[in-house]
């Protein structure tokens, strides 16, 4: 490993819960004033946070803080990889192995709303599966690499050969942040049909740590936007600052305009898209290259 | 000490009401009032809650489930009792099924009047409830050192 990635993963280890819970306030914020709101002030994810964790911990079931626990880690590791320009592959393995440990962590309380929120976090990784593997595929095709830190450095950005697999994936991230339309598993919004969904039988520090680890695999999340983006030259971290942001604002605004859809059509959606989308330039790809 | 203060998520429940004060209720959350302002999130969920928000009256049949939902919460909590039947019974208070207001069942710390209580006369309500809030944090931290330890296990 160079220096600027041990750098590179320490930050994110120190800075990415910071950058999350600041964008997670921003998208509040934002969301609230789309409604014509005041809204919370900027650092109130923090604030939630610091509250949860001096609250009492009422244990519904004792292995949920195991399986909590082992999301956090796997997430953090995930982003870690990442970042130390590891093999995506990789990174996207890891990630789905911390999602299932979060699958086990609603399903331990045997509780009928919680194991049903658990259960659509299920198929929510059926959903988006399909996608995040294409997107692997995809960039082996266009830059002969897993490896991160060299596609990282390519000479050209791999969205000139992926157009169609970043639009894939930025729709399988409305899953993954737990947007609406797709929020079926839990929802950052009050009053669902779940009322907490996953997260119902997760209180006080539990629901903390459930928390920052979401910041964790957020941040993650727009690094891989970024890494479309980025190439050898220094000018394109600007472009990558941009799109982020952008691709950030616009879940933001999918979130506010759409209402929650069944698991079928999000099924059907989002493998539509992604057959449609990823496979129509991957046939061109395979052509061209 | 933390500072728990700005952060209140909220537990509505709807007693015996007649469902005007929870209109009101949802009235604090619309762009008129936003009582996201100060952080206030309305869960649906008592594991998560901290302020339990009750209107409408006690009756035979809602006792248990609103002595569980109070049970359900973790420390610290408080509980406003929101429009006059949440109170006292209010106007339903001779009826045969009445058991009269919340504190019939459990410990109401803030009463908010009204019939129906205004989204002022709501939001005043939390703002107490806050302050109380942080306050039961200290007795919480008491109660912590005594029973050494913040876990308790939900089936007793
Ligand atoms: S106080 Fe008045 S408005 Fe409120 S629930 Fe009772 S009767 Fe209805």
Redesign the interface.
């Known amino acids: 490993m160079s220096m600027t990635e041990i750098i590179l993963v320490v930050c994110y280890i120190l800075f990415a819960p910071l950058l999350g819970g600041l964008l997670d306030g921003i998208d509040?914020k934002i969301s609230?004033r789309m409604?014509?709101?005041?809204?919370?002030?900027l650092l109130?994810p923090f604030?939630?946070v610091?509250?949860l964790?001096?609250?009492?911990?009422?244990?519904?079931s004792?292995s949920q803080i195991f399986f909590l626990l082992s999301y956090f880690v796997l997430i953090v590791l995930t982003g870690a990889m990442f970042f130390a320009g590891t093999d995506i592959l990789l990174c996207f393995f890891v990630m789905s192995t911390g999602a299932t440990f979060l699958y086990f962590a609603g399903m331990v309380t045997s509780t009928p709303y919680s194991t049903m929120g658990a259960n659509r976090e299920l198929l929510q990784m059926l959903a988006y599966e399909p996608a995040v593997l294409l997107t692997c595929v995809g960039f082996y095709l266009a830059e002969g690499t897993f490896n991160v830190s060299e596609i990282a450095t390519s000479k050209y950005s791999a969205i000139l050969y992926l157009p169609g697999f970043f639009i894939a994936f930025v729709f399988i991230l409305t899953i993954k942040m737990r947007k609406s339309p797709f929020d079926l598993s839990t929802s950052h919004h009050?009053?669902q049909e779940l009322?907490?969904g996953l997260?119902?039988?997760?209180?006080?520090?539990n629901?903390a740590i459930f928390q920052v680890t979401e910041w964790y695999e957020n941040v993650f999340l727009l690094g891989v936007v970024g890494l479309y983006i980025v190439n050898a030259s220094y000018y394109s971290l600007i472009a990558v600052v941009l799109v982020v942001l952008f691709t950030f604002f616009l879940e933001i605004l999918i979130d506010n305009t759409s209402a929650r859809v069944k698991w079928d059509t999000m099924l059907k959606l989002s493998w539509g898209v992604t057959i449609f989308t990823a496979g129509i330039n991957l046939i061109i790809l395979m052509i061209i290259k | 000490m933390a500072n728990i203060k700005r952060s209140p998520w909220l537990l509505h429940y709807d007693g015996s009401s007649c469902n005007g004060c929870d209109i009101e209720v949802l009235a604090c959350l619309t762009p008129i009032y936003d009582a996201e302002r100060f952080g206030v999130m309305n869960t649906g969920d008592p594991m998560q809650a901290d302020i339990l928000l009750i209107t409408g009256g006690i009756n035979a049949q809602n006792q248990p489930t609103v002595k569980q939902l109070y049970e359900q919460m973790p420390r610290p909590k408080v509980v406003v009792a929101v429009g006059v039947c949440a109170c006292t019974g209010g106007v339903f208070k001779e009826c045969y099924n009445i058991l009269g207001g919340a504190d019939t069942t459990i410990p109401v710390d803030i009463y908010v009047p009204g019939c129906a209580a205004r989204p002022q006369a709501i939001i005043d309500g939390i703002v107490k409830a806050v302050d109380l809030f942080q306050k039961r944090l200290e007795e919480h931290y008491e109660k912590k050192r005594g029973q050494g330890g913040n876990e308790v296990s939900a089936n007793g």
């Open positions: 509040r609230a409604q014509r709101r005041v809204g919370p002030p109130q604030y939630d610091v509250k964790f001096s609250k009492q911990v009422i244990i519904v004792r009050m009053h009322v907490k997260t119902t039988e997760m209180g006080a520090r629901l």
